[in-house]
C-alpha cells in the first residue's frame, strides 16, 4: 500500500456527518472524530519528498498526527534512533522501521522488542486500513483475536497479531 492508497483508504472509512448525527453528536464532536480519519497534507513537506519507503512518504508530505487507532499513532515527522526510525507509539511503546521490518520496542528498554508489527511498511498501512475497517463492529469486538491474526495476514508477521488487538 501506497502513502496516497492508505490517506484514501482511511478517508473512505470516515462517518458520514448525518451517521454521527444519529448517535446524538454535536458538530464539535463530529469534526474531532472526522479528523481521526483525516492525513492533512503538508504546506511544506520535508525535503525527502515522495520518498521509497511509503511510511517515510506518508509522514513527510501528511501530518498524520491526529489519526487515532486504538494502539497505534503516527509520529509528526520519521526521528532516527539507535534502534530504527521512530514512525509511532502503541501507547507508550515506540514503533519503529529498522531492516525493513516494523516493530514494537518497549519504552523503558528500546532493545526489548514486544511485538513485531509487520513485515514491511507498505504491509504495515495495509494491515492498519483492515484494521480501521472492522475493529468499530460490535462483530469484531467479541473476535478481536481473529482480527488480530487477519491483519497479521496482511502485515507479513505472524507473530504480530497481539499488536493489533
Known amino acids: 500500500m501506497t502513502a496516497d492508497e492508505f490517506v484514501e483508504s482511511l478517508a473512505a472509512l470516515c462517518p458520514t456527518d448525518a ?11 463530529i469534526q474531532d472524530i472526522k479528523s ?22 506518508l509522514l513527510n508530505r501528511y501530518d498524520c498526527t491526529s489519526v487515532q487507532l486504538p494502539n497505534f499513532r503516527f509520529a509528526e515527522r520519521p526521528q532516527h534512533t539507535e534502534n530504527g ?3 509511532g507509539w502503541s501507547e507508550a511503546d515506540l514503533v519503529l522501521l529498522g531492516n525493513g521490518s516494523i516493530a514494537c520496542h518497549d519504552h523503558a528498554a528500546l532493545n526489548y522488542i514486544i511485538t513485531a508489527c509487520a513485515q514491511d511498511s507498505s504491509r504495515f498501512l495495509a ?24 491483519c497479521a495476514s496482511i502485515a507479513g508477521a505472524p507473530s504480530s497479531w497481539k499488536f493489533y488487538v
Do not use: K, M
Open 127 to 150: 494491515a492498519l486500513i483492515h484494521f480501521a475497517a472492522h475493529y468499530r463492529s460490535s462483530v469484531w469486538r467479541e473476535r478481536r483475536g481473529e482480527l488480530g491474526h487477519e
Open 36 to 57: 481521526t480519519f483525516t492525513c492533512v497534507p503538508r504546506r511544506v513537506p520535508s525535503e525527502d519528498v515522495r520518498a521509497t519507503n511509503p511510511i517515510f512518504d
Open 85 to 87: 526510525v521512530l514512525i
Open 19 to 29: 451517521e454521527l448525527q444519529s448517535h446524538g453528536l454535536d458538530e464539535s464532536d
